[in-house]
């Protein structure tokens, strides 16, 4: 049998005190997304009609001059790579989706631009979902 823990009134008392004073405590693991959709300087860039190179090298460019910027928040379009086209079947493509996986991959490869980033997600569906992403970018140490 357990034996039942009784708190004292001065206890309650003190513990009252103490929640009253703690003010808005944020969660370490809260989401990015939505601790940022108040931040005012997000820069985007689409990079439909690219190839992979050329995607490649415009976002590294992007995200170093938007690091030295002090932006925090980026979105970049990739599409979903549902037009990519094959001859044998109009729906279907071995380079579909090539700038949706790829850019992610590169970019936590690059080793210059993976220390200026925090985090990499999914973007919002009204930011373009599935064919676009966030990055979080790390504050410039002055």
Partial sequence: ????????????????????EIGDIKSQ????????NDLKKVRKIDLHGLSLVDANKVVKKFIINSFN??????LIVTGKGLR???????YV??????L????????????????????????????GGEGAIYIFLKKVKE
């Fill in 93 to 98: 493509s071995r380079e579909m989706s090539v």
């Fill in 1 to 20: 049998m357990k034996k039942k823990f009784f708190i004292s009134s001065k206890d309650k008392k003190d513990w009252v005190a103490f929640t009253k």
């Fill in 84 to 90: 990519s086209k094959s001859h044998e079947n109009p």
């Fill in 100 to 127: 949706k996986y790829s850019i992610p991959e590169y970019i936590k490869n690059d080793e210059d631009l993976n220390n200026k980033i925090i985090n990499i997600t999914q973007a919002n569906k009204n930011d």
């Fill in 29 to 36: 693991d809260s989401d990015l997304i939505s601790q940022s």
């Fill in 69 to 74: 910027n002090n932006y925090k928040k980026l």
